[in-house]
């Protein structure tokens, strides 16, 4: 039997109030989360805010539409209410951001690579806001020991998204460094030596270090086109050196920068060549070859220009070209050329549109800053066994953006598959007030749920029996009548006990409540369908063939099977309410 696990759909303690959040949502797991849009600039709809939890961690994810990126971001989430607590609205105050500098959570993490916020569930608190500060504390957020941190399924958290986000703009750059006049034609340049090959105009030889290192700004950069050790260009090797000749020739250039790239950039050169046959040369950034250049230098005072794309980036890069010579790798420049030198070197980058966003939600704070509510989900198991098919589905839902998928296949008979769902410790069946799902048939036999039942006289955990709760107890029907797009749990046929259940009244088709015809298995009536009855006679407090209200609930199932025939179907939207 293969288990996959996710959070439970939407389980409501309602503690005898009015239910309003008795809503119901989409599971909520890594591959199928709650959602909200991520607004940049109040309105414009950038990404999502992604929202789960595995029964130990809460997770929150950022993620960006394109060409947008995330530069920085800050995040609340907590058991207090930021209107509530007049929390500010100010991003830097939030407990959480990349660094974790002001987690109060010791096991809280963040994931650069996935924009991904880990909270322990355990560690999540409460907080006061102090605008003024008190003795022995700072202004802004206080987390609180009081009460102690935590919470569990059912319980509501406040999560404020805040990012800083970019997006390039378009046909717009702006430079970033330019060593070299860009605006001047080399050629018109009095200094240029007849063949660029590393003479002086005087005849002699010009030296340099090999390689050169341009560290960007260049406080002593002249940036004129005289042969000195201040200036721009410089020779590079001539294809025809050998050791000790021209030991000053400039092989490698490196400029190192510090720059904040998010969407990359456009390296641009131009280099006028001697009277060489060709010249050959590498293009690196960050030591990754980008592209190797081979130009022919054949004529009499030419010159090359090219523009490269760099990848993105941020923090310390190097660009570096590397010119060879005709023995490195031997025979690279068989023509012998003598030479060149670079006369300008430019990198631009996008211009970028600068932004703040916020999860979208209800306003706080004195600004349009955002926060929503999260409903902590209960961790649930899907379970398929041979030739069955239990997996969330984001083809088919009723509410975006997935549903789970249940299906017998060609398994053999008595097959399931089936989405099993832990209930709190200590839950009751008299506690169960309702259980409904959307479900989407595809074929065969309405989906039909199993409450697991801990029967002894001390209980101990393990389940000892199931009431069930399907469709044909409900009206009669089996494979037959269900309507073809989306009904609520049993809905879509027409309300009515079968006679030989003997029940009188009307069952609530939308849901599973006190009005639902169920039977025991395994039960004293035999066979098990003899211990037919309405869900509220076995909650009664005397109960039924040992089941009542006090009986403790382990878990639920909600499966399909092929006792009657092969059946698949889409389930949605599970709300499952209990009462003290």
Known sequence: MKKVLFPILALVLALGLALPGA?????????????????AGQTEDVGDVSVWNDGTNLYVQYVLDDPW?????????G??????????STPGQLPYSPGMEKSPSEGASYNSATMTYTIPLGEIYAYEFESKGKKGKGK????LDDPPPGVEPCDDVYIAAHA???RPIEDCWEEVWQIGYVETDPLDSPTLSDEFGGKNTDGT????????????????????YDFDTDAFPHAFAPDGWTAGDFDGFVSTVNINYTEDMPFGGNLTWRWTAGNSGFETYDVSHDGSLLQTYVDPGSRPEAFWQHSLNIPAASGDQVITFYHYANDDPVGENPDGGDGGRWDWIRLEKPCEQEETA????TRFGTNWAMYFKYHVQFLTELEDEVGTTAEWSTTEYKSPPCSIHLDTGTAATGSEARIVITLPSGTTLGQIQSISWWTKLVSGYVPHVDISLDTDAVPDGARDAILVAEGAYQNGDLTTGWPSGWFQTFAGVTAAYPSWAGLSGTPNLTQVDGTTAVWLSPSTPTPDQLSIAKLSDYQSVSGLYGVSGSTPVLFLEIEVDNWVAQSEAYVDDIVIILVP
């Open 79 to 88: 058991k207090s209410d930021p209107t509530a607590i007049e929390m500010w």
């Open 205 to 224: 030889l010009y030296a340099l270090s090999d390689p050169l290192d341009y560290n960007i700004p260049l406080n002593n950069f002249t940036r004129d």
């Open 164 to 166: 800083d986000v970019v």
């Open 23 to 39: 809503m119901p949502v989409a599971a909520h797991m890594e591959g199928c989360p709650f959602t909200t849009d991520l607004l």
């Open 140 to 143: 802004g957020l206080i987390a």
């Open 358 to 361: 916020w999860g979208d939600g």
């Open 69 to 77: 990126v995330m530069t920085g971001s800050h995040l609340y989430v």
